[in-house]
């Protein structure tokens, strides 16, 4: 038996099924598979810290850093904060910053205090989570003082896997 199907020409084969809230970007050309890899420089960014005024990755520069990209409704990175707050502790030669994708400044204000967590934070990073590609949470960026990124790390498995 043998069913034939006409399929529409604008059907879930082509763009104008794609829901209006979802957007296209442009992969640079550096990046291969959607995705960074180790050896390679950090993408820069600038973005507003909880407390304070604004941080550019730029001027981190010469010292080793941790980006820890965060949401608060995630259980792994909730799990993760701890961790990293005692990395911090234990590294004083790495500066850590956390990368609130979905939360403003109040947000994270109230989170970081409840915990009585001392952890730098950029509120509303989404656009920074963009030009790292994040694709799981929590994510883990080990960047030398030269802007390389050293390691990736992707979810949360203990502190024995936060080492620089």
């Known amino acids: 038996m043998e069913i034939s199907v006409e399929v529409p020409h604008d059907s879930v084969f082509t763009m104008k099924c794609i829901p209006p809230h979802f957007t296209l970007r442009s992969i640079p050309g550096t990046v291969y598979h959607h995705h960074l890899k180790t050896g390679v420089a950090a993408p820069g960014f600038t973005g507003k810290l909880v407390g304070s005024d604004s941080l550019s990755l730029k001027a981190m520069t010469g010292k080793k850093r941790m980006l820890f990209f965060f949401d ?3 259980y792994p990175c909730l799990k993760a904060l701890n961790a990293v707050q005692q990395f911090q502790n234990e590294n ?3 500066e850590v910053l956390l990368i609130g994708l979905d939360a403003g400044e109040s ?3 109230g989170i970081l205090t409840k ?11 989404e656009p920074i989570a963009d030009k790292y590609y994040i694709s799981a949470l929590p994510a883990f960026f080990f960047i030398d ?3 390389i990124i050293h390691k990736i790390q992707n979810g949360y498995g203990g502190e024995v896997n936060l080492r620089y």
């Open 115 to 125: 915990r009585n967590l001392s952890l730098k934070a950029i509120e509303n990073g």
């Open 145 to 147: 003082e030269k802007g």
């Open 92 to 94: 004083n030669d790495v």
């Open 72 to 74: 608060r409704f995630s």
């Open 107 to 109: 947000e994270l204000k």
